[in-house]
């Protein structure tokens, strides 16, 4: 880790840095950024992240950062104290936000499953094709992340799933969905919006909007439960098949009831 100076301003941590608000130096309490500050921290933010992405954690510095934004390196201790700082930021910039926006719209009693998972799928994917940087640079520097730091971003993912799988599971009570293993299912959704970071590229022709409704939609043609599922004639190997699929999904919910 790179030793931050003596003296100076602490830094600000992840939603401090949304949040707009900070910790003065002399530690009395938050104060608000300047306008100007908070542009910088943003541009200092942004450029960290695109550094960790193409050079990885451990092969970016703090002077790496400081050349990018235009700073010298002791004007960037007046915003940042060290790396890990600035993982922080990300982490709560994308993990822990993810987490806490999707818990928001799970809990939403004016949507049904469907539009839950809809909304859920569209909030991750423009997130991973809006800020593209963030995620890839937290995906390429897990292992290289120090442990409370790695800790933090755990326990968001976990968030993430949890949410994702408590819509599969009120769908399926609901009768809205199949009756799929909700875990393997919400995992399959989740990488498949993750991947969006990856291939991507925003334009102004381009937009992210199109692409999260049809990844939306895909994911909800993934879960939906179709009546025509079962034919008025089925075959009997077909229709034994649905019939252990049903018995399946009741055998776990017992299993879990235990």
Same mark, same amino acid.
Request: charged share 25%; with cysteine.
């Given at each position: ?11 600000? *941590? ?26 910088? #921290? ?28 235009? =700073?010298?390196?002791?004007? =960037?201790?007046? *915003? ?5 700082? =600035? ?36 909030? =991750?994917? /423009? @997130? ?39 819509? /599969? ?22 990488? #498949?919006?993750? &991947?969006?970071? &990856? ?44 019939? @252990? ?14």
């Amino acid at each position: 880790m790179e030793e931050p100076p003596v003296s100076g301003v602490d830094g600000v *941590y992840g939603d401090r840095v949304t949040e707009d608000v900070e910790r003065g130096g002399n530690g009395r309490g938050p104060r608000k950024q300047a306008p100007r500050r908070k542009l910088m #921290m943003s541009e200092i933010l942004e450029q960290a992240m695109q550094l960790f992405a193409e050079r990885g954690y451990e092969g970016t510095t703090l002077q790496d950062v400081a050349d990018a934004v235009g =700073l010298s390196r002791p004007n =960037l201790y007046n *915003y940042v104290r060290s790396k890990e700082e =600035l993982l922080v930021a990300m982490v709560e910039a994308t993990s822990q936000e993810a987490a806490n926006s999707l818990r928001a719209l799970r809990e939403r009693s004016d949507l049904d499953s469907t539009q839950k998972l809809q909304a859920l799928v569209r909030a =991750l994917v /423009l @997130q991973r094709a809006n800020n593209p940087a963030q995620f890839r640079t937290l995906d390429r520097s897990e292992q290289a992340l120090p442990s409370d730091i790695a800790e933090r971003h755990l326990d968001s993912r976990r968030a993430v799933l949890r949410e994702v799988t408590g819509v /599969l599971d009120e769908g399926i009570v609901a009768g809205l969905f199949r009756p799929l293993d909700s875990r393997v299912t919400a995992l399959s959704i989740i990488g #498949m919006c993750n &991947w969006v970071a &990856w291939w991507f590229h925003p334009a102004p022709a381009h937009p992210a909007g199109p692409v999260a409704e049809q990844i939306a939609a895909n994911a909800v043609a993934m879960v939906v439960q179709v009546d025509e599922r079962r034919p008025s004639a089925p075959t009997p190997l077909g229709a034994v098949a649905l019939l @252990q699929q049903d018995l399946d999904y009741l055998a776990r919910l017992l299993r879990e009831a235990d």
